[in-house]
């Protein structure tokens, strides 16, 4: 699977982005992750198959998953940004196995595109 994040850019607080991964292939099971450095890789929101997006808490209410099957595109719709948002975003794709148990854990990924950064001002 071949993976091309694109959107990200430079904010101010409470501003609006929409991040796109364009996909080689659709898959029912995708998802958007975050990484500053020096940290871990972290979920923000998912696909899964058996049911609707799954969000972390800290983004509720703020992001918003939708795909466009047409064109193989995940998009990651985030509004009311804040500073700790900022982070190099990653468009994920576990190996078809973990589909069904991957969910929002990062370690059952193993596609990734190369990350767009996103960067919110205070």
């Known amino acids: 699977v071949h993976l091309v994040e694109s959107g990200g850019g430079s904010v101010q607080s409470g501003g609006f982005l929409r991040l796109s991964c364009v996909a080689s292939e659709m898959k029912s099971c995708m998802g958007w992750f975050r990484q500053v450095p020096g940290k871990d890789r972290e979920p923000v929101a998912v696909l899964v198959p058996d049911g609707g997006p799954r969000y972390v808490d800290s983004v509720k209410g703020r992001f918003t998953l939708s795909k466009d099957k047409d064109v193989n595109i995940l998009y990651l719709h985030m509004s009311s940004l804040k500073p700790e948002d900022t982070a190099a975003y990653y468009c994920?794709?576990?190996?078809?196995?973990?589909?069904?148990?991957?969910?929002?854990?990062?370690?059952?990924?193993?596609?990734w595109g190369h990350g767009t950064q996103v960067t919110v001002s205070s």
């Open positions: 994920g794709v576990p190996a078809p196995e973990e589909c069904a148990r991957a969910g929002l854990n990062v370690w059952r990924y193993h596609f």
